[in-house]
């Protein structure tokens, strides 16, 4: 059984930024991929990033070049680094761990 809680999000105004963290309890957490989701209102659940075991990443292209994905195996903790944020960017992002997802943690930014 795998635990996810996602913390970092609240309301922040155009250009700011965020860091989200996930962390996760068990062990699965080295071996596996790790993604970010996030879902605005009315709006399909959407892949923003995923970090692999070896530390590869990948993006969605609404957010290359602003969000930045890592991991601390270490610490069991995955992070999403948001940088200039859009209000397009309003969204509850939730961490996913193989089948295993968060309750999500709310975005919002303002115009």
């Known amino acids: 059984q795998v635990q996810l809680v996602e913390s970092g999000g609240g309301l922040v105004q155009s250009g700011g930024s965020l860091r989200l963290s996930c962390a996760a309890s068990g062990s699965f957490f080295s071996r596996n991929y790790l993604d970010w989701y996030r879902q605005a209102p009315g709006k399909e659940r959407e892949l923003v990033a995923r970090v692999w075991n070896d530390d590869r990443t990948n993006y969605a292209d609404s957010v290359k070049g602003r969000f930045t994905i890592s991991r601390d195996n270490a610490k069991n903790t995955a992070y999403l680094q948001m940088n200039s944020l859009k209000p397009e960017d309003t969204a509850v992002y939730y961490c996913?761990?193989?089948?295993?997802w968060g309750k999500g943690t709310l975005v919002t930014v303002s115009a």
């Open positions: 996913k761990l193989f089948n295993y």
